[in-house]
């Protein structure tokens, strides 16, 4: 029997170079892929959940900007509001407005005036400022008195609630707040016409209630803005030139090291802290008035001066050397080389460091309830030492409210601070491209 052999394997093939280089150049470019494609997916997955905040906060908060109200004709009686017809501010300001109200709303829904039940369900439709706001047009037109104007008189909060659709009318009677009698009053004044959802001015005029249709951010506004002025004034100019003499005039050491050290540091502690020493210095040493803007402005201006000094340092250290040797050569002094060529041109970044720290400084609450900011103000102050509050503490304190109205005012008040941090930074852009120089 014959054997065949079998062929022997020769050595097998090296890849040749250019093979070995096209594989190597395919790997390169498929983890260029990999890492634009975890990159895409980083970046949605964020987008994603910045959607969902968004439209979470848009969706909760959006009615807070509408309130509804009762469009009433109001007899001013003057046997209720001046018997005597003296016209004395006192005797107008302690008359019984509430009632006009409710027989003005008892009228246009066609009760029996003498009726007691619809009376008191009438009445519990009313917000409790509505007696305010026919006081206040009396106060402003005296000589009304005695006739029948036409009147928006604020809706109750709960009858702002079935108004919105925010009211389970499922719920059994014994259980809601909102009786039967009630949801059948408001289905017909709505019905009517009586009954309607308007533009809500008074979340921006009003103050601290503890009645969320008549709860503003008006005094928080207020405070906010008195709060960034002395922040402005303060953290900007110290914290430019101090970037300035830092970057630019102070020699390398041991003391200027020391010096960055601590500004890096402090840039990194704790808002709380600064709170805890703005209690301590302005408050308890210096004496001045707790719950003012004026201490929450110190206090945030400590908190931004880290960070307007690092961005300042950063943006003058990001000019060319060759524009103050330039200037230098030209026979310009150190400070003229610095305030008229290196300062300007670094402008747009001191601009944006600036901006981030006023609006880091804006959203924060820790250092000023430490400092009392959450007194119930419902008075807009005029002066940065009256008492205020500001905005993210106005939504702390609503947000741990018990009424459900609160809830969108809270939403609302959010809206109105992300809006007012998205046009600060807008106006940052703007100033940044409108500045900048490119060499």
Same mark, same amino acid.
């Given at each position: 029997?014959?054997?065949?052999?079998?062929?022997?394997?020769?050595?097998?093939?090296?890849?040749?170079?250019?093979?070995?280089?096209?594989?190597?150049?395919?790997?390169?470019?498929?983890?260029?892929?990999?890492?634009?494609?975890?990159?895409?997916?980083?970046?949605?997955?964020?987008?994603?959940?910045?959607?969902?905040?968004?439209?979470?906060?848009?969706?909760?908060?959006?009615?807070?900007?509408?309130?509804?109200?009762?469009?009433?004709?109001?007899?001013?009686?003057?046997?209720?509001?001046?018997?005597?017809?003296?016209?004395?501010?006192?005797?107008?300001?302690?008359?019984?407005?509430?009632?006009?109200?409710?027989?003005?709303?008892?009228?246009?829904?066609?009760?029996?005036?003498?009726?007691?039940?619809?009376?008191?369900?009438?009445?519990?439709?009313?917000?409790?400022?509505?007696?305010?706001?026919?006081?206040?047009?009396?106060?402003?037109?005296?000589?009304?008195?005695?006739?029948?104007?036409?009147?928006?008189?604020?809706?109750?909060?709960?009858?702002?609630?079935?108004?919105?659709?925010?009211?389970?009318?499922?719920?059994?009677?014994?259980?809601?707040?909102?009786?039967?009698?009630?949801?059948?009053?408001?289905?017909?004044?709505?019905?009517?016409?009586?009954?309607?959802?308007?533009?809500?001015?008074?979340?921006?005029?009003?103050?601290?209630?503890?009645?969320?249709?008549?709860?503003?951010?008006?005094?928080?506004?207020?405070?906010?803005?008195?709060?960034?002025?002395?922040?402005? %004034?303060? *953290? #900007? !100019?110290?914290? @430019?030139?101090?970037?300035?003499? /830092?970057?630019? +005039?102070?020699?390398?050491?041991? =003391?200027?090291?020391?010096?960055?050290?601590?500004?890096?540091? %402090?840039? *990194? #502690? !704790?808002?709380? @802290?600064?709170?805890?020493?703005? /209690?301590?210095? +302005?408050?308890?040493?210096?004496? =001045?008035?707790?719950?003012?803007?004026?201490?929450?402005?110190?206090?945030? *201006?400590?908190?931004?001066?880290?960070?307007?000094?690092?961005?300042?340092?950063?943006?003058?250290?990001?000019?060319?050397?060759?524009?103050?040797?330039?200037?230098?050569?030209?026979?310009?002094?150190?400070?003229?080389?610095?305030?008229?060529?290196?300062?300007?041109?670094?402008?747009?970044?001191?601009?944006?460091?600036?901006?981030?720290?006023?609006?880091?400084?804006?959203?924060?609450?820790?250092?000023?309830?430490?400092?009392?900011?959450?007194?119930?103000?419902?008075?807009?102050?005029?002066?940065?030492?009256?008492?205020?509050?500001?905005?993210?503490?106005?939504?702390?304190?609503?947000?741990?409210?018990?009424?459900?109205?609160?809830?969108?005012?809270?939403?609302?008040?959010?809206?109105?601070?992300?809006?007012?941090?998205?046009?600060?930074?807008?106006?940052?852009?703007?100033?940044?491209?409108?500045?900048?120089?490119?060499?």
């Amino acid at each position: 029997m014959a054997v065949t052999a079998l062929p022997t394997m020769g050595p097998r093939a090296k890849p040749s170079t250019s093979e070995i280089v096209k594989s190597g150049i395919r790997r390169r470019y498929a983890a260029e892929r990999r890492f634009r494609l975890y990159g895409i997916l980083a970046v949605l997955f964020g987008l994603t959940f910045l959607v969902i905040l968004f439209a979470n906060i848009i969706a909760r908060g959006y009615t807070s900007f509408l309130q509804s109200s009762f469009r009433l004709e109001v007899f001013l009686d003057p046997a209720v509001i001046d018997p005597s017809g003296a016209r004395e501010e006192n005797t107008l300001l302690m008359a019984d407005y509430g009632s006009l109200a409710a027989e003005a709303l008892m009228k246009a829904l066609k009760l029996d005036p003498k009726s007691r039940p619809d009376e008191r369900a009438v009445t519990g439709l009313l917000s409790q400022n509505a007696d305010t706001e026919i006081r206040n047009y009396v106060l402003r037109n005296p000589s009304e008195i005695g006739k029948s104007v036409s009147l928006w008189v604020l809706a109750h909060a709960n009858a702002d609630s079935v108004m919105k659709n925010a009211f389970d009318r499922t719920v059994p009677e014994a259980r809601r707040k909102v009786s039967d009698r009630q949801l059948a009053l408001l289905d017909r004044a709505k019905a009517e016409g009586i009954l309607q959802l308007r533009f809500n001015t008074g979340l921006f005029t009003y103050g601290a209630s503890s009645q969320p249709e008549t709860a503003g951010v008006g005094v928080a506004l207020v405070g906010s803005f008195f709060m960034m002025m002395t922040v402005l %004034l303060l *953290a #900007v !100019p110290l914290g @430019v030139m101090a970037a300035v003499y /830092l970057q630019e +005039f102070a020699g390398r050491n041991r =003391l200027t090291d020391l010096i960055e050290v601590n500004i890096n540091n %402090l840039a *990194a #502690v !704790p808002s709380i @802290v600064f709170g805890i020493l703005g /209690l301590a210095i +302005f408050i308890n040493l210096f004496g =001045l008035p707790r719950s003012a803007s004026l201490v929450g402005g110190l206090v945030l *201006a400590l908190m931004t001066l880290p960070t307007v000094i690092i961005a300042t340092r950063a943006a003058i250290g990001a000019v060319p050397p060759s524009i103050r040797e330039a200037a230098l050569g030209v026979g310009a002094s150190k400070m003229q080389a610095v305030t008229h060529h290196v300062l300007p041109l670094a402008f747009p970044g001191i601009l944006t460091g600036t901006i981030i720290g006023v609006a880091k400084a804006l959203g924060e609450t820790a250092p000023l309830l430490m400092i009392g900011m959450v007194a119930f103000v419902v008075e807009i102050p005029t002066t940065p030492l009256e008492p205020a509050t500001a905005l993210p503490v106005q939504i702390y304190m609503w947000a741990t409210a018990a009424e459900r109205g609160f809830v969108e005012r809270t939403s609302g008040a959010t809206i109105v601070l992300l809006v007012f941090l998205a046009v600060m930074n807008l106006i940052a852009v703007i100033l940044r491209r409108r500045f900048e120089r490119r060499w």
